[in-house]
């Protein structure tokens, strides 16, 4: 990946030229990819969305961000990561809304995997603890963007939001925690 070249491209965009983004895609593809397998490892076998489909929809969201100002192919990763969250709550809240409950089962955020095995419902009570951690701390819920629903590592992590690796592992620690609590009080 070269990153000048991201970075260019971006700025294109942002610009207006429209043709930039398709020359763009080519170049980050296999990072897209990357990061939507790790989101979905451990998915159950009939998971109707794979990776290829989730790329796809996380670049169809991109096209319609006009005029975006991009900093850097970090930034462009980090917004990445939150359109993939977005794509996959919104999936969640599809799917729910056809099953109307279903089997649910416990959860925690892993140490060691970013990802780990998570149903539907899983998906909506991070979105939704999510929704109260930001209250808290925003940086914290950015973090488990990129490593939860991006899975990027801490060192990718930090690079996309320009903070140092151990304030990244502070963070995702903490937010772990945090949710890994929240989760177990809302199944109980």
């Excluded at 020359?23 to 794979?50: C, S, V």
């Excluded at 690796?165 to 995702?172: I, K, L, N, Q």
Aim: net charge positive.
């Amino acid at each position: 990946m070269d990153a000048a070249q991201i970075t260019r491209l971006l700025n294109a965009h942002a610009s207006g030229d429209r043709h930039a983004l398709d020359q763009l895609f080519p170049l980050i593809y296999d990072d897209m990819r990357r990061m939507a397998q790790n989101k979905l490892r451990g998915e159950r076998a009939d998971h109707t969305l794979n990776t290829t489909d989730l790329v796809h929809e996380v670049y169809l969201k991109l096209i319609k961000f006009d005029r975006i100002n991009y900093q850097n192919s970090s930034h462009f990763f980090a917004i990445t990561s939150k359109v993939m969250r977005n794509i996959l709550v919104d999936y969640a809240v599809k799917k729910k809304a056809q099953k109307r409950g279903g089997n649910q089962k416990r959860m925690t955020l892993e140490e060691n995997n970013a990802v780990s095995e998570v149903n539907i419902s899983d998906v909506l009570s991070i979105h939704h603890a999510l929704e109260r951690l930001v209250e808290i701390d925003y940086r914290q819920v950015r973090v488990v963007e990129c490593r939860f629903f991006g899975g990027l590592s801490i060192e990718e992590t930090a690079k996309t939001l320009g903070v140092s690796e151990p304030t990244v592992s502070r963070d995702w620690n903490m937010a772990r925690a945090w949710l890994n609590r929240e989760l177990s009080e809302a199944n109980n």
